[in-house]
């Protein structure tokens, strides 16, 4: 009897051991799962998105087989770091607080960011122009700031944690405003419908899409964000040490973008050509 | 191990404490009250009125506290109609958000440690008083409802200590609780380890406290 047990528990280790180094051969890419269009999962819970679809064309560029891991939002970089994966394609952009922490491959993808609001809103028909870039600056740029910060002066702003978002609202180029942060973009969504929010900033993607999801009547006001607190672009997140990967990853980058893979699948999830 | 970063978060990681400690003061007072009233109505023999108390504690003893918190502030706020009545004033807030969510989770389990206790009363006592000529009134108030209290201290102990690690839940709904600020700490630092080890301690110092206090209660209302 015992026998039978000692060689049930073996077995069943030794064929772990097996699972695990047919895996080891494959790169593990993490991603939210929450971040239409980037990346988000499909009424049957596979992981569907332009990062999903990018991150296999990259895999066979590279000539390896990849595997992608779903990973909360705010767990993401420390998950990098602890080994659960081995790079992190999330719509996470290239910032210099982040690049502390780990590498990034060159960009693949841009996105602006903006607010938005309820339809009715005081804060519509607010008067900026179309777009800043906060890394060049300018009078224009201060202008706008100043606007911005008077009309979300007292207003309860919402964004998800740990975003470049985030760092743009704590840094003080809008004064002070009730912030409010949330897990996943989702419950941003959910709670400026309802009214606890009274405007939001995301990647303006996310409010289009969520607004064509859901119906609601969710409108951009404001100019459109780049630049400074907003990153360069959306990269592959990759452990410091693993320079290996890196140079692969960046490879494969490059010759996705002159096949024009890049350029292809970005139209087909964002409606237009967010690479870059 | 980053011991400077364990060090620099534990100020900002205290003054969140307090923040959990209204949060589970506040809810802990509002569900002992709904708690009580409760355990009443499950003592009641009107059939209506026993069931309906059942029912109650049957509900948000078997749903996850989580499942609680969303339904109350994600849940509710989708609901149109709420949002143009008096109740959104309320609603609005993730903080009265939380503390419904808390305060109706703790009264269900408080109404069966009071019931329990209630039952568990010696009918001598309750004919002690009756023979001494004592109101049904007045011996429920100054006899039932004291030593239902302290049957119940133990068990209450309990319930305060796990309503306390209830109250990270807190965090989901956008309020900076203890564990809502460990995690923003760490969502610049990228250091988990560190700042939950941190975070873990003082939510075990603040058990080690309630724990203590529950004791010295139950000495100095022991029986004997």
């Given at each position: 009897?015992?026998?039978?047990f000692k060689k049930t528990i073996f077995s069943v280790l030794f064929s772990l051991l097996i699972i695990g180094n047919v895996n080891a051969d494959k790169i593990k890419i993490g991603t939210e799962g929450a971040y239409p269009p980037w990346n988000s999962k499909d009424a049957s819970g596979k992981l569907i998105g332009f990062e999903?679809?990018?991150?296999?064309?990259?895999?066979?560029?590279?000539?390896?087989?990849?595997?992608?891991?779903?990973?909360?939002?705010?767990?993401?970089?420390?998950?990098?770091?602890?080994?659960?994966?081995?790079?992190?394609?999330?719509?996470?952009?290239?910032?210099?607080?982040?690049?502390?922490?780990?590498?990034?491959?060159?960009?693949?993808?841009?996105?602006?960011?903006?607010?938005?609001?309820?339809?009715?809103?005081?804060?519509?028909?607010?008067?900026?122009?179309?777009?800043?870039?906060?890394?060049?600056?300018?009078?224009?740029?201060?202008?706008?700031?100043?606007?911005?910060?008077?009309?979300?002066?007292?207003?309860?702003?919402?964004?998800?944690?740990?975003?470049?978002?985030?760092?743009?609202?704590?840094?003080?180029?809008?004064?002070?405003?009730?912030?409010?942060?949330?897990?996943?973009?989702?419950?941003?969504?959910?709670?400026?419908?309802?009214?606890?929010?009274?405007?939001?900033?995301?990647?303006?993607?996310?409010?289009?899409?969520?607004?064509?999801?859901?119906?609601?009547?969710?409108?951009?006001?404001?100019?459109?964000?780049?630049?400074?607190?907003?990153?360069?672009?959306?990269?592959?997140?990759?452990?410091?040490?693993?320079?290996?990967?890196?140079?692969?990853?960046?490879?494969?980058?490059?010759?996705?973008?002159?096949?024009?893979?890049?350029?292809?699948?970005?139209?087909?999830?964002?409606?237009?050509?967010?690479?870059? | 191990?980053?011991?400077?970063?364990?060090?620099?978060?534990?100020?900002?990681?205290?003054?969140?404490?307090?923040?959990?400690?209204?949060?589970?003061?506040?809810?802990?007072?509002?569900?002992?009250?709904?708690?009580?009233?409760?355990?009443?109505?499950?003592?009641?023999?009107?059939?209506f009125i026993n069931r309906f108390a059942y029912g109650y504690s049957y509900v948000f003893r078997g749903t996850p506290l989580l499942v609680q918190i969303f339904i109350i502030y994600f849940g509710l706020g989708q609901i149109e109609y709420l949002r143009s009545t008096v109740l959104w004033v309320i609603l609005k807030e993730?903080?009265?958000?939380?503390?419904?969510?808390?305060?109706?989770?703790?009264?269900?389990?408080?109404?069966?440690?009071?019931?329990?206790?209630?039952?568990?009363?010696?009918?001598?006592?309750?004919?002690?008083?009756?023979?001494?000529?004592?109101?049904?009134?007045?011996?429920?108030?100054?006899?039932?409802?004291?030593?239902?209290?302290?049957?119940?201290?133990?068990?209450?102990?309990?319930?305060?200590?796990?309503?306390?690690?209830?109250?990270?839940?807190?965090?989901?709904?956008?309020?900076?609780?203890?564990?809502?600020?460990?995690?923003?700490?760490?969502?610049?630092?990228?250091?988990?380890?560190?700042?939950?080890?941190?975070?873990?301690?003082?939510?075990?110092?603040?058990?080690?406290?309630?724990?203590?206090?529950?004791?010295?209660?139950?000495?100095?209302?022991?029986?004997?």
């Open positions: 009897m015992m026998n039978i999903v679809e990018l991150a296999y064309t990259l895999c066979r560029y590279i000539g390896q087989q990849c595997e992608i891991v779903e990973q909360d939002w705010d767990g993401m970089i420390p998950a990098l770091i602890m080994r659960k994966f081995d790079a992190i394609m999330a719509g996470m952009s290239i910032t210099a607080e982040r690049q502390k922490a780990i590498s990034f491959s060159q960009g693949y993808a841009d996105e602006v960011a903006s607010l938005a609001v309820m339809k009715g809103s005081d804060l519509e028909g607010m008067n900026t122009p179309e777009g800043i870039n906060l890394t060049l600056g300018g009078s224009g740029v201060k202008k706008t700031l100043k606007t911005l910060t008077g009309a979300l002066a007292g207003k309860t702003v919402c964004t998800q944690t740990a975003t470049i978002h985030q760092n743009f609202l704590e840094s003080g180029d809008v004064g002070k405003i009730n912030l409010r942060t949330y897990k996943t973009q989702d419950e941003v969504n959910l709670d400026l419908a309802s009214g606890r929010c009274d405007v939001a900033l995301a990647a303006a993607v996310a409010f289009t899409d969520y607004a064509e999801k859901s119906g609601k009547p969710v409108v951009l006001v404001g100019p459109t964000f780049s630049g400074g607190a907003f990153g360069n672009g959306v990269g592959v997140g990759i452990r410091k040490d693993d320079t290996e990967l890196l140079k692969a990853f960046n490879k494969a980058i490059e010759k996705a973008r002159k096949n024009g893979d890049i350029s292809r699948i970005a139209t087909k999830w964002f409606g237009f050509d967010a690479s870059m | 191990m980053d011991l400077e970063l364990m060090i620099n978060s534990l100020p900002k990681l205290l003054s969140a404490a307090v923040i959990t400690l209204k949060l589970l003061s506040v809810s802990l007072i509002i569900g002992l009250f709904i708690g009580l009233f409760f355990a009443i109505l499950r003592l009641n023999k009107n059939i993730p903080y009265w958000c939380a503390i419904i969510a808390f305060a109706l989770n703790t009264g269900a389990y408080t109404s069966e440690i009071l019931r329990s206790a209630f039952q568990t009363i010696k009918p001598g006592i309750i004919e002690a008083g009756k023979s001494l000529g004592i109101s049904n009134k007045v011996i429920f108030y100054k006899i039932q409802i004291p030593i239902a209290i302290r049957q119940s201290l133990p068990a209450y102990g309990n319930e305060i200590i796990l309503m306390m690690k209830g109250t990270s839940l807190a965090s989901t709904v956008t309020i900076m609780d203890l564990t809502g600020v460990a995690k923003y700490i760490i969502s610049t630092t990228f250091k988990p380890i560190e700042v939950f080890i941190v975070a873990g301690g003082i939510y075990l110092f603040m058990t080690f406290i309630i724990h203590n206090v529950i004791k010295f209660l139950e000495k100095k209302y022991s029986f004997n």
